[in-house]
């Protein structure tokens, strides 16, 4: 059943939150996503302006356009955030390399507010299982018309309504392409504890056969029949992009982008190492766009080491580490045990990884995602992995994808055809990242 079939018979979801702004409260019907701050339009005709999650309780500017997280000014000429509690921190005093996390600068980038509404659906069916079903966030042109299609997938938070909402925002900010012919998806990857209707999928996030990060299996207990039939959080992707590269429904789509940030970036980037979709023959384009992930999957057991010089070298993991720490080499952060999860199984992963060399994919760090907690008091790293198999690939989040593309240097040579870019006086922010010059580039650039 093709997407378009499933848009026609979907009713609109308005998000209700009751959430206080540092300049008034969302209305109880909210066309904003659960949990940003609402704006007055002031004038914008667009309506009320939504404030990212990752700005809290923000603080609306007066263009109507922008807002900033509490306890910072607007300095819209700028395009920044001045922070007024600057210098109440302890100055952890990092050496040149190591910038200073998002949240200990006297400023940031400002927010652009995104607008609603929020139309959200059910796909069916998942894998060819007509009673599993994934909830989805779509704006979606006549399909005959779209050119170009985003598929973004939320963190840990499993804020889709909130990552689409972003999407949207920046498929309107891009100047790559005509926006009008840009179609937004955003699947929301749902667990346990999470509200839901019968049949939609769920993870009960057991590590890694029921995570959704990695491409684990959803829990036996969605299935509404009783059968226990399960989906791959990679299968829900394979959906969306073989439904897109259907030429009957979508005859003009040449390109797609799966983007991530965070958790999301994680899936993109375990999604891309072995994904199925689109047939190798089929003529539309797939980019991967991984953005802020906590940790990367290695092809060997090399890992990075800091010398008692300060200088980071990348070895082997010492057999005397592996015993202490086995799950350095295992699935997520390497390749052993891949084949716990199903839809890996069978998969010829040194192959697998010569294609992911020469996949599109482009790495967007946040230039000041750089908090460890355990390293930096004070700093906020919204959950970064500091398990010893995380900490292996290094000390803080861009540090990891930096290096990680060095890794890929060295592995592949001119093989490889990633990219990485860096998003200054950024951290760990999904909007910041997606709506800079570098993830626009990133995601909607001609290039390929």
Same mark, same amino acid.
């Given at each position: 059943?093709?997407?378009?079939?499933?848009?026609?018979?979907?009713?609109?979801?308005?998000?209700?939150?009751?959430?206080?702004?540092?300049?008034?409260?969302?209305?109880?019907?909210?066309?904003?996503?659960?949990?940003?701050?609402?704006?007055?339009?002031?004038?914008?005709?667009?309506?009320?302006?939504?404030?990212?999650?990752?700005?809290?309780?923000?603080?609306?500017?007066?263009?109507?356009?922008?807002?900033?997280?509490?306890?910072?000014?607007?300095?819209?000429?700028?395009?920044?955030?001045?922070?007024?509690?600057?210098?109440?921190?302890?100055?952890?005093?990092?050496?040149?390399?190591?910038?200073?996390?998002?949240?200990?600068?006297?400023?940031?980038?400002?927010?652009?507010?995104?607008?609603?509404?929020?139309?959200?659906?059910?796909?069916?069916?998942?894998?060819?299982?007509?009673?599993?079903?994934?909830?989805?966030?779509?704006?979606?042109?006549?399909?005959?018309?779209?050119?170009?299609?985003?598929?973004?997938?939320?963190?840990?938070?499993?804020?889709?309504?909130?990552?689409?909402?972003?999407?949207?925002?920046?498929?309107?900010?891009?100047?790559?392409?005509?926006?009008?012919?840009?179609?937004?998806?955003?699947?929301?990857?749902?667990?346990?504890?999470?509200?839901?209707?019968?049949?939609?999928?769920?993870?009960?996030?057991?590590?890694?056969?029921?995570?959704?990060?990695?491409?684990?299996?959803?829990?036996?207990?969605?299935?509404?029949?009783?059968?226990?039939?399960?989906?791959?959080?990679?299968?829900?992707?394979?959906?969306?992009?073989?439904?897109?590269?259907?030429?009957?429904?979508?005859?003009?789509?040449?390109?797609?982008?799966?983007?991530?940030?965070?958790?999301?970036?994680?899936?993109?980037?375990?999604?891309?190492?072995?994904?199925?979709?689109?047939?190798?023959?089929?003529?539309?384009?797939?980019?991967?766009?991984?953005?802020?992930?906590?940790?990367?999957?290695?092809? @060997?057991?090399?890992?990075? %080491?800091? /010398?008692? !010089?300060?200088?980071?070298?990348?070895?082997?993991?010492?057999? $005397?580490? &592996?015993?202490?720490?086995?799950?350095?080499?295992?699935?997520?952060?390497?390749?052993?045990?891949? @084949?716990?999860?199903?839809? %890996?199984? /069978?998969? !010829?992963?040194?192959?697998?990884?010569?294609?992911?060399?020469? $996949?599109? &994919?482009?790495?967007?760090?946040?230039?000041?995602?750089?908090?460890?907690?355990?390293?930096?008091?004070?700093?906020?790293?919204?959950?970064?992995?500091?398990?010893?198999?995380?900490?292996?690939?290094?000390?803080?989040?861009?540090?990891?994808?930096?290096?990680?593309?060095?890794?890929?240097?060295?592995?592949?040579?001119?093989?490889?055809?990633?990219?990485?870019?860096?998003?200054?006086?950024?951290?760990?922010?999904?909007?910041?990242?997606?709506?800079?010059?570098?993830?626009?580039?990133?995601?909607?650039?001609?290039?390929?």
């Amino acid at each position: 059943m093709i997407l378009t079939n499933v848009l026609r018979r979907a009713s609109f979801l308005m998000a209700v939150i009751l959430l206080e702004s540092a300049t008034g409260s969302c209305p109880t019907q909210s066309p904003c996503p659960a949990g940003n701050s609402c704006c007055p339009p002031r004038g914008n005709p667009l309506g009320v302006g939504c404030a990212s999650l990752e700005a809290g309780n923000a603080t609306c500017c007066s263009d109507a356009i922008h807002a900033c997280p509490q306890s910072y000014t607007c300095d819209v000429a700028r395009k920044r955030c001045i922070s007024t509690t600057h210098g109440e921190l302890p100055d952890p005093q990092l050496s040149s390399d190591w910038p200073l996390p998002m949240g200990m600068n006297s400023f940031q980038p400002i927010y652009r507010l995104c607008h609603g509404p929020l139309p959200k659906f059910d796909a069916r069916p998942i894998s060819g299982r007509p009673d599993l079903t994934v909830p989805f966030y779509a704006k979606v042109p006549t399909a005959h018309t779209v050119t170009f299609a985003v598929i973004v997938v939320h963190g840990s938070a499993r804020n889709a309504d909130d990552y689409f909402c972003t999407g949207v925002e920046a498929a309107t900010l891009q100047q790559h392409r005509d926006s009008s012919t840009i179609a937004v998806f955003a699947p929301h990857f749902l667990e346990d504890e999470d509200q839901r209707s019968p049949g939609e999928l769920y993870w009960n996030m057991s590590f890694p056969t029921g995570n959704w990060k990695g491409g684990g299996e959803s829990s036996p207990k969605a299935d509404s029949t009783g059968k226990g039939a399960t989906a791959s959080s990679f299968d829900v992707l394979d959906f969306f992009i073989f439904e897109l590269a259907n030429r009957t429904t979508y005859p003009a789509l040449t390109d797609i982008a799966v983007i991530g940030h965070s958790a999301g970036g994680q899936t993109v980037h375990r999604y891309a190492l072995a994904a199925k979709a689109p047939p190798k023959t089929n003529i539309v384009h797939v980019r991967y766009v991984v953005s802020n992930p906590s940790t990367f999957t290695y092809f @060997d057991n090399q890992r990075w %080491f800091n /010398g008692t !010089d300060g200088v980071w070298s990348l070895k082997n993991v010492p057999p $005397s580490v &592996v015993s202490e720490c086995p799950e350095a080499l295992e699935y997520f952060y390497g390749l052993s045990k891949i @084949d716990t999860v199903p839809y %890996f199984r /069978g998969r !010829d992963m040194a192959h697998e990884a010569i294609v992911y060399a020469q $996949s599109d &994919v482009t790495y967007v760090a946040g230039n000041n995602d750089t908090c460890n907690e355990d390293l930096i008091l004070g700093c906020e790293s919204h959950g970064l992995d500091r398990s010893c198999g995380a900490m292996l690939q290094g000390p803080y989040r861009r540090f990891r994808a930096e290096h990680y593309f060095f890794y890929l240097q060295q592995k592949f040579g001119d093989t490889l055809k990633h990219r990485i870019a860096f998003v200054p006086n950024v951290g760990h922010d999904h909007s910041l990242i997606f709506e800079s010059t570098q993830g626009l580039t990133a995601t909607f650039g001609l290039g390929s």
